[in-house]
Every structure is written in structure tokens, then in C-alpha cells.
């Protein structure tokens, strides 16, 4: 089956320590994107990507990184300059047009240790 | 610049009774908008979509959203509620109408009593 699959479901970061966060898609998606969701908030986006090897920040991108090296891949890494992580993490996939709707993952829950 | 806002940060209803969740946006275009449904420690699912063609649309599990430009509204509603509609529900607006990027709405809880 076609989706965006998102692992681990749950993570937990030592202090100091950078997680990566896998995410890949089998819709043949050209954009992908990363979201933040914090407890009775809705989604803010960290970072977006509308081709391979381009990506741009987002509202929160401090903290974060990305890369984008296939069309299938969008690892997002959650380094130890990012104070606040604990949070759930949601990837989706989608196009470039303002008409069309994104395809989200499961997400991924991080926590600290 | 665009916005979106929902009205309730949490709807209670009976099993069988009426649901209506509220959303107004704001907007410099015409924009698309959509609605999307999560469950507990999962994903976004695509309820429905408006896309400047009809503006009464209807989507998956009998929902269905009317868009009223004068209004700059776009209600989510069912005719009966069931205990699988318990759930977080997202109003969303297109950023710009030249890219796929979202603006988020802060969500509204559906609970569901028996």
C-alpha cells in the first residue's frame, strides 16, 4: 500500500544528544514536509522540501535539520541546540499546488530522558 | 496574510445528535481549505477539501463543509454523530496559491457521549 511511513513511533533523547527521525514515502510525493504538534496546538511547520537536494526552513526551523538526498526520503534530526524537543513529530507528503492535499504519517513521539 | 481560526477548542455531543464544528479563515485570495481528522497518536487524515468549485462539499463518514465566501467561513458538520467521531479535528488554509504549504487551525476536541 501507497503512504508516508514514519519511524520510530517513539524516541527519547538523552541531553546533548541529536536524534534523526526516519521518514519515507512510496506516492512518488515531490514535496515533503515536517510539523511540529505540540498539546492543544495545531501543526507548525519546521521544514519543507518541493525537489531533491533543495529544501527551505519553515516557522521553527531552529534546532532542526534535514536533508534530501532521494524522492523517497525526508530524515529530519533533532540536534541538542533544540531546548524544547518533547513534542509529536508529523511528516506528510503532497505537491507544489495549493489544491491539493497532503498525506501524513503516523507520527513520531519524542521525548526526554 | 492567511489565517485560520476555530471557534470551539472542544465540542461535546450525544451519539445520533447533530455535530458542528467551526472554522473562519482569513485570506488575501481565493484559497483552498481543507479539513483533516486525527485520532489518538496518529496521523492526519484527509476529511474533505474545498477547491473553488462547489462550495457545499461533502467528504468521508457523512461529513461535509460549506464554504461562504461572506461569511469567510467554512463549517465542518454531520447530521448524527457517531462514538468513532471522537477525534481532533484541524481546519487548514493554503499559505499562498502558488505553493502546498499549510497554515494550521489550533484544533477542536470531539467528544462523543454514549
Known amino acids: 500500500d501507497g503512504g508516508i511511513t514514519q519511524s520510530p513511533k517513539y524516541l527519547f533523547r538523552k541531553e546533548g544528544q541529536n536524534v534523526t527521525l526516519s521518514c519515507e514515502q512510496n506516492?512518488?510525493?515531490?514535496?515533503m514536509y515536517w510539523y511540529r504538534q505540540d498539546p492543544g496546538q495545531g501543526l507548525r511547520l519546521i521544514y519543507y522540501s518541493q525537489i531533491v537536494n533543495d529544501f527551505q526552513k519553515g516557522d521553527i526551523a531552529e534546532g532542526y535539520s534535514v536533508s534530501r538526498e532521494k524522492k523517497e526520503s525526508f530524515p529530519l534530526t533533532v540536534t541538542s541546540a533544540q531546548k524544547n524537543p518533547t513534542a509529536f513529530y508529523l511528516c506528510?507528503?503532497?505537491?507544489?499546488?495549493?489544491?491539493?492535499?497532503?498525506?501524513f504519517g503516523d507520527g513520531t513521539r519524542l521525548s526526554i530522558l | 496574510a492567511q489565517s485560520v481560526t476555530q471557534l470551539d477548542s472542544h465540542v461535546s455531543v450525544s451519539e445520533g445528535t447533530p455535530v458542528l464544528l467551526r472554522c473562519n479563515y482569513s485570506s488575501s485570495y481565493s484559497p483552498s481549505l481543507f479539513w483533516y481528522v486525527q485520532h489518538p497518536n496518529k496521523g492526519l487524515q484527509l476529511l474533505l477539501k474545498y477547491t473553488s468549485a462547489a462550495t457545499l462539499v461533502k467528504g468521508i463518514n457523512g461529513f461535509e463543509a460549506e464554504f461562504k465566501k461572506s461569511e469567510t467561513s467554512f463549517h465542518l458538520t454531520k447530521p448524527s454523530a457517531h462514538m468513532s467521531d471522537a477525534a481532533e479535528y484541524f481546519c487548514?488554509?493554503?499559505?499562498?496559491?502558488?505553493?502546498?504549504?499549510?497554515?494550521f487551525g489550533q484544533g477542536t476536541t470531539l467528544q462523543v457521549k454514549p
Open positions: 506516492l512518488n510525493h515531490d514535496a
Open positions: 506528510a507528503g503532497g505537491t507544489e499546488y495549493s489544491n491539493q492535499p497532503q498525506h
Open positions: 487548514v488554509v493554503t499559505r499562498s496559491s502558488n505553493t502546498g504549504k499549510l497554515i
